[in-house]
């Protein structure tokens, strides 16, 4: 992004599904390609605490974050440490196809793992398929291995409980405002992604 301010103005509001965020964005970002707005900017998940995002290092649409991030296994911050719940949703196209994978995860406070205090600090990460696409859609310079590498983030403190934070409507804002640390218990979701399969 060549510009430094990544917040929307007055009266406008980012809010796209999760299909949205993975074929507009994701994939564009991640195959070189060409997109507008280009108004997501990167950021090193490790180098900063959630709280670091209020300050506009992000794309800020209420009290919801959006930035792009390198693919990393240890989620390390300076105070703590993002922890995967498990919880791996696929995402679906208007027509029901298979691209791209919803990880969920919370922050804790403290170090990793174990030792930490859970925060209502709440990431969806999303992710590509790891699999090729066919015809013209994607930018053939981009290796497929490199198209995985980048993720998409979408952070907010959570207020409500656990169907609101997991269970509201791509389309529908969650209404989060910034909260009090409290605790969330989750169970697990297994999901078995098929092969994508772009027509």
């Known amino acids: 992004m ?21 074929l507009h964005f994701l994939y564009h970002k991640a195959s070189l390609l060409p997109f507008h707005p280009n108004i997501i900017p990167d950021l090193d998940l ?9 300050n506009g290092k992000t794309l800020s649409s209420g009290s919801t974050f959006y930035f792009f991030s390198k693919v990393t296994e240890n989620r390390f911050t ?6 995967d719940l498990d919880i791996d949703e696929p995402v679906l196209t208007s027509a029901g196809k298979k691209v791209g994978i919803k990880k969920h995860l919370v922050f804790y406070i403290g170090q990793a793992p174990g030792q930490g205090y859970e925060t209502a600090w709440i990431m969806q990460e999303y992710h590509l398929c790891n699999y090729g696409v066919s015809g013209a859609f994607y930018n053939r310079r981009v290796k497929r291995k490199d198209r995985t ?5 979408r952070v907010h403190e959570r207020t409500g409980n656990f169907a609101e934070c997991f269970c509201c409507s791509d389309d529908e804002d969650n209404g989060t405002e ?4 409290d605790e969330m218990y ?3 979701i297994d ?7 772009f027509s």
């Not at 490790?46 to 209020?54: R, T, V």
């Not at 999901?191 to 399969?197: A, C, R, T, V």
Request: aromatic share 12%.
């Open 2 to 22: 060549g510009d430094d301010s990544v917040n929307l103005p007055p009266g406008f509001r980012f809010c796209p599904t999760d299909e949205e965020l993975v």
């Open 149 to 153: 590498k980048w993720v998409l983030c």
């Open 78 to 83: 300076k105070k703590g440490y993002w922890m």
């Open 186 to 188: 989750l169970s697990t």
């Open 178 to 181: 910034l909260s009090s640390l």
């Open 46 to 54: 490790c180098l900063h605490d959630p709280w670091d995002f209020i």
């Open 191 to 197: 999901d078995d992604l098929d092969e994508i399969n």
